[in-house]
């Protein structure tokens, strides 16, 4: 929000922790558009551990509950900038948070670029 172009209302997101804090329960649409860079290139005959990628809007961390939006990506080989969206309607109580998480089953460090977003509407209680 510092920067020129940036949009920024509302106190709910802590951009320190990278969490956004429902002010008031209700339904919020989560958004968040990551570009993803290959830190190294994989070399010629490395075996590869896998190429998906997947990125998760999850309530209070709980990844591994039904609280949470999800998409799952398929990497090409060839590339080395990646951009991955996951979008959604949420529940959340008020004073719970929600936050962005990445899942790399890929053969390389990736790297979250910047120009990435995460948005949170409220939509009604």
Same mark, same amino acid.
């Given at each position: 929000? /510092?920067?020129?172009?940036?949009?920024?209302?509302? *106190?709910?997101?802590? %951009?320190? $922790?990278? +969490?956004?804090?429902?002010?008031?329960?209700?339904?919020?649409?989560?958004?968040?558009?990551?570009?993803?860079?290959?830190? /190294?290139?994989?070399?010629?005959? +490395?075996?590869?551990?896998?190429?998906?990628?997947?990125? %998760? !809007?999850?309530? #209070? *961390?709980?990844? +591994?509950?039904?609280?949470?939006?999800?998409?799952?990506? +398929? %990497?090409?080989?060839?590339?080395?900038?990646?951009?991955? $969206? &996951?979008?959604?309607? %949420?529940?959340? #109580?008020?004073? #719970?948070?929600? $936050?962005?998480? &990445?899942?790399?089953?890929?053969? *390389?460090?990736?790297? &979250? #670029?910047?120009?990435?977003?995460?948005?949170? !509407?409220?939509?009604?209680?």
């Amino acid at each position: 929000p /510092e920067r020129e172009g940036m949009f920024h209302r509302g *106190s709910g997101l802590n %951009l320190t $922790s990278g +969490q956004y804090t429902a002010p008031v329960a209700g339904y919020y649409t989560f958004t968040a558009t990551l570009h993803i860079g290959r830190r /190294e290139q994989q070399r010629k005959g +490395q075996p590869c551990r896998g190429n998906r990628l997947r990125a %998760l !809007i999850c309530v #209070q *961390s709980r990844c +591994q509950h039904n609280s949470n939006l999800e998409t799952v990506s +398929q %990497l090409e080989s060839g590339s080395d900038l990646f951009t991955i $969206s &996951v979008t959604g309607v %949420l529940y959340l #109580q008020a004073g #719970q948070y929600a $936050s962005v998480f &990445v899942d790399n089953a890929a053969g *390389s460090p990736l790297t &979250v #670029q910047s120009g990435s977003d995460f948005s949170a !509407i409220l939509l009604g209680v």
